[in-house]
């Protein structure tokens, strides 16, 4: 009897055996590419670290609508002094009238300034609200020869005083291109005339910049629309001896920013 394997049978077999053979050899298909990241997302962008303040924004305008500064991080003092007619009275002030009190009160706050320190003066009376003296240095006997005119006449228009010194201090911002400090320091003895409430002027500096707001309440207590816990700097002043003192604590009360650090 034949006991060989016929032959289709036999190459039946080594086709499947050559077959099983070429799979187990055969190497893996290649992996699929990754789908490209967009240009935007490849590499995402280095983190910037700002030395402004913390309204990036601040002062709206483009490069070059402001000659620049020397100093980017001066300190700037603008100050609103309260002539109006109420400041006639010696309610607080001894033998002096009020408004003779807040002149010697702000002479010697010029005084303690630094010399680098730029100084501008705003005062509001029958004439309404003006600068009498733009932010500079080296302008301390002009001040005090401007504060030596002021006599006590007409109303409190404290929203018109309040955004003339925001659009100064704002104007020097842009001189500073948004370095450095800016300090709005009014003085007054009352509350504002009808009309005149300076709330949102007052809401539209703490929002849109670094300012900061110090008012002195002259024999008028705490009950003030510019005194807002939290948002702005009120001191109550009795006498001409704590008026010279809330306007030495401006000098200490800085913004949240250090200016050293940004000079590195």
């Not at 080594?14 to 699929?32: D, H, R, W």
């Not at 709206?60 to 500064?69: L, M, N, R, V, Y």
């Not at 500073?176 to 504002?192: C, F, K, N, S, W």
Request: with cysteine; glycine share 10%; proline share 9%.
């Amino acid at each position: 009897m034949n006991t060989r394997p016929a032959p289709v049978l036999v190459r039946l077999a080594l086709a499947g055996a050559l077959g099983a053979l070429g799979a187990c050899e055969q190497p893996p298909p290649p992996a699929k590419p990754a789908p490209a990241k967009p240009a935007a997302q490849a590499a995402s962008a280095p983190r910037q670290v700002s030395s402004r303040p913390l309204t990036p924004a601040w002062p709206p305008g483009q490069p070059g609508q402001a000659a620049i500064s020397r100093d980017l991080f001066a300190r700037n003092y603008y100050v609103v002094l309260d002539a109006s007619g109420s400041m006639d009275g010696r309610a607080c002030s001894g033998d002096l009238t009020k408004i003779a009190a807040a002149r010697n009160a702000l002479a010697a706050f010029a005084d303690s300034l630094p010399a680098d320190a730029n100084l501008g003066l705003q005062v509001f009376d029958r004439s309404g609200v003006r600068e009498w003296l733009p932010l500079g240095t080296g302008n301390r006997d002009k001040f005090r020869a401007a504060l030596g005119r002021a006599s006590a006449s007409g109303g409190t228009p404290l929203r018109d005083a309040v955004a003339l010194a925001y659009d100064r201090l704002q104007a020097q911002g842009a001189r500073q291109l948004g370095y450095g400090e800016y300090h709005l320091v009014v003085v007054t003895d009352g509350e504002a005339n009808p009309g005149q409430d300076p709330t949102a002027a007052v809401n539209q500096l703490l929002a849109q910049s670094p300012v900061v707001l110090h008012t002195i309440g002259f024999c008028i207590g705490t009950e003030h629309s510019l005194n807002q816990p939290g948002r702005t700097l009120y001191r109550a002043a009795d006498n001409p001896e704590q008026l010279r003192a809330g306007l030495g604590a401006v000098l200490a009360e800085a913004p949240s920013f250090a200016v050293l650090e940004f000079r590195k």
